[in-house]
């Protein structure tokens, strides 16, 4: 009985341990996204942080904000520009996004395309890259690389895809 009444005891301690503090914890801003498909379709972990910023300001774009807003219109193409890179974006009248066209210049390109590229071309190297990404609402987004390479005085462009397939 000794026992049971000091493991009472010692039981009714430990809550009290546990027990939450007087202030609360206050939580940073949660953002919402409506064009979530958007953003799990096109993204890519090797990205620039810019240019993944963009992608979530288009799929935060609210439409009604514009100055040409009508109910009446059904499509509404609107042009997201940085220096690195630009998006054209096509939003039906909900505000959901139906289609991009995304071209992004000189990015820092992920590892499968560089050791595609120099496993076929050695002793190039690599001067302009441009990477590209197409979105069509219900398919998966289309990207692709259009890399220029140089040896010396020559020059040839080659195309891959996200995996560094040459295409």
């Keep these: 009985m000794k026992k049971v009444i000091i493991g009472l005891f010692i039981f009714g301690l430990t809550f009290q341990m546990y027990a939450q503090d007087p202030d609360p914890i206050k939580l940073d801003e949660v953002i919402l996204v409506h064009n979530y498909k958007y953003l799990s379709s096109t993204d890519a972990t090797d990205m620039p942080i810019e240019a993944d910023q963009l992608q979530i300001r288009v799929a935060n774009f609210d439409i009604k904000t514009l100055d ?5 219109y059904e499509f509404y193409d609107v042009y997201f520009i ?3 890179g630009k998006i ?25 395309i560089l050791k595609s590229v120099l496993k076929r071309f050695p002793n190039w190297d690599i001067t ?40």
Aim: hydrophobic share 30%; glycine share 6%; charged share 35%.
């Design 88 to 112: 054209l974006a096509t939003y039906d009248s909900n505000g959901k996004i139906l289609r991009t066209a995304e071209k992004y210049k000189d990015v820092d390109l992920p590892m499968p």
């Design 82 to 84: 940085i220096p690195d």
């Design 68 to 72: 040409v807003y009508a109910d009446e």
């Design 128 to 167: 302009k890259d441009v990477y590209l990404v197409k979105y069509t609402e219900g398919e998966e987004a289309k990207k692709k690389y259009k890399i220029t390479l140089t040896n010396g005085d020559q020059r040839i462009k080659v195309k891959l895809d996200a995996e560094g397939n040459f295409l």
